[in-house]
């Protein structure tokens, strides 16, 4: 059973209990019976509705007790509803203007009214429509740096590490799903895996036998179930970021927890990386992407170089931690020596951040969920054709992450891939 005062709203109650909560009736405006609701959610685990009044609109997104896209068979704690809202206050306040306001959230019923996010759309839908988007390596990088970083021990002082930690403990049922569907099913035979089949069965089939594989994705599975770094997002892929020509916005951070960094930004290389390879099955004449493809590739480059760079300033400008006391680095030599430290400790997040690459793009490729980056390539040879490329870079990043010292030889190893 549910939690007490936990029920499924259709739009008749979600209306009522709307207009029974001040904050929200004040912010649509009007009154109540002439609301629009729209129920919009595209995603995989939850209800999210469109609401409309006459003084503006919000997004309410509610938890259901089980996986949306599987159903009642699959069960799912509600309380994945009150991390996402811990992480989207966090976020907030961490790397302001990135995530949607929330407006209300009401724990019983695991629902959150959050700003509504117009005309912006979700990313991927731009980037399999070939659409360019300057200014969210700027932003992106900003989310990544200041939510990974002040929630790290470079930032925080032990004691209040380990009870942020301990506040997104209980989220391990959201961990599991991770830990099952992207570091566990696509190296065996699973019963929710799927590909496009017979083009990459043979692929499948290897990569179910490759044994130095299993080992590297057990390493990364151990990191992420072990390496309590920071507060990462946790699903960070570009269905969970929405766009419009200016602005870039983080929204969807249910599967939050104190997790290795390398896993967010490998998950936005990953993504990138996916929109590269699916671009030829959407050219309409032959080379009519070159443009975009340029561009996704330079963004790669860009994600790691400037996240870096602002992650490495903040640690020369705003540490505050327990980690790298600077007792121990004492005048010249000691900053001298931090410096050459700092440097060796993003050299080690960009090998996690290329293994943990490696690892998204194999499972949304053999493993249950799918992207619609490949999915809306309709000839399926075709779409084979460009996941075989995105198959054959992510077992050389995971195989071989060490010789991957930089991101341009992984933008450069995706550009011979192809
Ligand atoms: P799920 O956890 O089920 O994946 P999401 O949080 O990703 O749910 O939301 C599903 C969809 O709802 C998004 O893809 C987006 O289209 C829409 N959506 C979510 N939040 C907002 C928002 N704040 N403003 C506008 N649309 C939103
Ligand atoms: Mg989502
Ligand atoms: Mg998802
Ligand atoms: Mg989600």
């Known amino acids: 059973g549910t939690p007490a005062g936990y029920r499924i709203l259709n739009e008749a109650d979600l209306r009522d209990t709307l207009a029974a909560t001040p904050a929200v009736a004040e912010r649509l405006g009007g009154p109540a019976d002439r609301w629009t609701i729209t129920e919009v959610g595209d995603g995989n685990l939850n209800l999210v509705f469109i609401v409309k009044g006459a003084a503006g609109g919000l997004a309410v997104k509610q938890a259901l007790p089980y996986v949306r896209l599987v159903g009642e ?34 724990h019983a019923l695991a629902l959150t009214a959050m700003e509504l996010l117009e005309p912006h759309i979700i990313m ?74 017979p083009w990459l069965d043979a692929t499948a089939a290897e990569i179910r036998a ?45 599967f939050a927890f104190y997790g290795p960094m390398g896993f967010d930004v490998g998950a936005v290389i990953a993504n990138l990386l996916m929109a590269y390879f699916a671009s030829a099955g959407h050219e309409r004449a032959p080379g009519d992407r070159a443009a975009f493809e ?17 992650f490495v300033a903040l640690w020369r400008g705003e540490a505050a931690g327990d980690a790298y006391p600077v007792s121990l680095f004492p005048g010249e030599p000691g ?45 399926p040879k075709q779409r084979a054709t460009c996941e075989a490329r995105s198959l054959r870079l992510a077992r050389t990043l995971m195989l071989e992450t060490g010789s991957f010292t930089s991101i341009a030889a992984v933008t450069k190893a995706a550009r011979e891939s192809r």
């Not at 980037?127 to 990974?148: D, E, K, N, Q, S």
């Open 210 to 254: 490759d044994l130095d594989l299993h080992v590297a994705i057990s390493r990364l599975k151990l990191k992420f179930l072990s390496s309590a770094e920071a507060l990462i997002h946790g699903d960070l892929h570009t269905g969970s970021i929405m766009v419009t020509d200016t602005e870039t916005k983080v929204i969807d951070p249910e």
């Open 294 to 310: 340029g561009w996704v590739l330079s963004t790669v480059d860009r994600v790691w170089t400037e996240f870096a760079d602002k």
């Open 73 to 106: 068979s699959w069960p799912l704690p509600l309380s994945r509803a009150h991390y996402e809202h811990l992480a989207l206050t966090q976020q907030g306040r961490l790397a302001p203007g990135l995530v949607p306001a929330i407006v209300h959230h009401d």
């Open 335 to 379: 900053a001298a020596r931090l410096e050459i430290e700092r440097q060796a400790y993003m050299a080690r997040l960009f090998q996690d951040a290329v293994g943990f690459t490696a690892a998204k793009i194999i499972r949304r490729i053999l493993g249950l969920a799918h992207n619609i980056d490949f999915e809306l390539i309709e000839d």
């Open 124 to 197: 991927r839908k731009g980037l399999v429509a070939g659409t360019v988007y300057p200014g969210f390596v700027g932003h992106i990088t900003t989310f990544m740096a200041r939510t990974l970083f002040f929630s790290s021990d470079l930032a925080l002082p032990a004691a209040e590490k380990k009870e942020a930690i301990a506040s997104f403990a209980g989220n391990h049922a959201l961990c599991k799903i991770t830990e099952d569907l992207i570091f566990t099913d696509p190296y065996r035979v699973a019963e929710q895996n799927r590909w496009t089949s």
